[in-house]
């Protein structure tokens, strides 16, 4: 169990502490509480405003996730003085390190989906989708241990197409499905939807395969940096490209627009490289282990 001394905190930071990082900060003690880790959370702002952004909390509920009874604060000195990660939400804000500081500050330059002309609900769940990626991730950063069992390295890819409705979607699918939790998966889009393509949900429910749950989310500079493998689908350029990586473009029609029958194609041939994808990635020992 651990002590208090022991337990790993973060203050997630923006302008007004009504919106982002309130959300970070819900979701943050919503995935930490699910997963049984425990993380001291706090958020503020560099100039809070006086209540919390309604439709931020809407879309946060949505998830499971709870921000009523939260109200703007101010950063408490001797709290950013003592966390042990800083997180900026968004190019607004910023936040300047401080005497006897023993954490560590970053910058999580946000998705911005009116940038694309998504406006109101949808644009705030594409936001939110895109926070609760990089919670996700920041969360097993800080309660992973040397004798966690979760520990053991597996070879993470990060599938990317334009919208991650589709394809990559499917993808990442396919490959939770056969890599048998042994491959750490992701997926991302350079101009992603508000929604999944229901006929690529529709044709993966045929193979047996929920991807419901799944949302569209921006493609980030963090989510290539953490990948092993980066598979692009019609959008390479739009991927920053980075030492050490294995880079793949697959050469994939896109579902969007198309019927079942078209996307089922789609689909089997997807499902034939991921196959062989896993069979690279996983000894056939330890494949074998796993049936």
Not at 132 to 144: H, I, K, M, N
Not at 202 to 230: F, H
Not at 275 to 289: F, R, Y
Request: charged share 25%.
């Amino acid at each position: 169990m651990p002590t208090p001394e022991t337990i790993p905190s973060v203050l997630f930071v923006c302008v007004k502490n009504g919106g982002k990082s309130q959300m970070a900060a819900a979701l943050m003690r919503h995935h930490a509480k699910q997963a049984g880790a425990p993380v001291e959370v706090h958020s503020a702002g560099t100039k809070p405003g006086t209540a919390i952004n309604q439709l931020s909390a809407e879309v946060t509920a949505e998830v499971g996730a709870d921000m009523s009874g939260e109200t703007p604060q101010v950063i408490n000195p001797d709290l950013l003085a003592s966390v042990d990660r800083v997180v900026v939400l968004g190019d607004e804000a910023s936040v300047e390190p401080i005497e006897n500081m023993t954490g560590t500050i970053e910058t999580w330059s946000t998705d911005e989906p009116s940038k694309r002309g998504i406006e109101g609900i949808d644009r705030m769940r594409l936001v939110r989708n895109d926070i609760d990626a990089r919670v996700r991730s920041l969360l097993t950063e800080l309660t992973a241990t040397a004798d966690d069992s979760s520990m053991v390295e597996r070879p993470s890819v990060l599938f990317v197409c334009v919208h991650n409705a589709g394809r990559s979607q499917m993808a990442a699918g396919f490959l939770r499905e056969l890599g048998q939790d042994r491959i750490e998966v992701r997926s991302a889009g350079s101009e992603p939807a508000d929604q999944l393509n229901p006929v690529a949900v529709e044709a993966m429910a045929e193979e047996g395969i929920d991807i419901t749950a799944a949302a569209p989310n921006i493609l980030t500079p963090e989510a290539v940096q953490a990948s092993d493998v980066v598979i692009t689908m019609g959008c390479g350029d739009a991927c920053p490209i980075y030492p050490g990586k294995r880079y793949e473009d697959w050469e994939l029609d896109d579902p969007a627009g198309q019927g079942i029958e078209t996307v089922r194609d789609i689909r089997d041939d997807i499902k034939a490289r991921i196959e062989q994808l896993v069979s690279e990635l996983m000894p056939t020992t330890d494949a074998q282990q796993q049936r």
